[in-house]
């Protein structure tokens, strides 16, 4: 892939949890700040994990038909049900669950994120392409200050990545060809199934997504069309400078 | 409707042309542009006119189901079509007349706008709501750097405004009861449909939408839950200060 295939790209398009946003730390710390005003106490970090563990097989779950569509806060909420009783988190109104399960639309973005966005924005449209429903999207930008063009979800043709249909949405939506169109992600899974539809493809390292012991994710040299180490590396690589 | 009525409200969507943006200012330059660099010579208010005025019966055709869903921009170069035809405009190359008809991407915000826009975020999540597809609102943002939080467009829905499921498409992707989304607009049959959809609804004044010598839309004073001088003054009846 050389620097002449990606003159084209148009617009970048952005996973949002573990690319843009750090949703382990802020779960955690919701989590735990909600244990200490209530007195309960559990791993936290692995609580976070498996919240997000689950959150896979209950899109396949809406992808196999067994459940309808259904949006990601509701996903979450259902997982959430399960964790409360496993970790026996006892006494929790619906309402302070409800605040807990709206942990996801408080995380906060990685360091480098707005930097990077906003000298991305002066040259491509930026959006989202995220699995989360546009309402969650929307608060995490105005939490974090994420300077989107437009906000692009799974939502908006009732399919998952990485179904076919998601990464079609913003070519078809912003008038382009999947080639012009970007997407940015930390997971190679998200990525292969954009190159599948034809979009490029960019990898952005997130070290931190799983936890200071966690396991991040790598690529090979040369598996995504660019492989960044954040956003204002990413930008560099696009942009120069 | 007394301010605690309005204290609900989470979040305001704007219609666009004429509203946001000064769609004859724009267009009538554009159209100027072409004729000086042609040595072509007409109305061009007039043309601008035209253009905005099949601009309805268009949609119409769509909404009765004589057309299939035919987005904004498709629909002004069929119009346009028939004005270049119909004005004598010759020898216009079809890439030409392509980029005569994004003279609709290319217009320019009210004076006002972005001011009252950057306050109003601050407190609301602010988004379109227009009948224009959604590659023509990002161009249009991104050109007059309109910061929106969110995209709404009938192009999402495949209904166009006046229909009631474009009215519920904001509050449906926000989470939100219809009467906690704002309509804002210059047109009265706008926020007429707004109001039958359950939405709480703020004209704005534009007295140049149709040209120093057009007729602007007035309003009786209590048809609508606001009437705003301004988005600055919008902002101002809605957070004080």
Redesign the interface.
């Known amino acids: 892939m050389t620097a002449r295939d990606l003159a084209g790209v148009k617009a970048l398009v952005f996973d949002v949890f573990g690319t843009v946003v750090d949703w382990r730390g802020g779960v955690v710390r919701d989590l735990a700040a909600l244990g200490r005003s209530r007195g309960l106490i559990a791993d936290w970090g692995q609580f976070a994990d498996d919240w997000r563990a689950s959150y896979p097989p209950a899109m396949d779950r809406v992808r196999k038909g067994e459940l309808p569509w259904t949006p990601v806060?509701a996903l979450h909420r259902m997982i959430l049900d399960g964790l409360v009783a496993k970790y026996g988190l006892k006494g929790l109104s619906d309402a302070e669950t409800d605040h807990l399960n709206r942990a996801w639309h408080r995380l906060d973005p990685w360091p480098d994120a707005v930097a990077g966005l906003t000298r991305l924005k002066r040259h491509f449209?930026i959006g989202t392409l995220s699995n989360g429903?546009?309402?969650l999207l929307?608060d995490l930008?105005?939490h974090g200050h994420l300077p989107?063009?437009?906000?692009f979800s799974a939502?908006?043709v009732r399919h998952y990545k990485p179904d076919r249909e998601a990464y079609l949405l913003p070519a078809a939506?912003?008038?382009?060809d999947p080639a012009a169109v970007m997407l940015v992600a930390a997971h190679p899974g998200d990525l292969e199934g954009a190159s599948r539809a034809g979009l490029r493809t960019a990898f952005v390292a997130r070290p931190l997504e799983f936890g200071a012991k966690g396991k991040p994710h790598q690529v090979a040299a040369g598996q995504f069309d660019l492989n960044a180490q954040d956003f204002n590396d990413l930008a560099h690589q696009l942009l120069g400078g």
């Open positions: 806060d449209v429903n546009v309402s929307v930008a105005k989107w063009d437009v906000v939502e908006l939506l912003l008038g382009l």
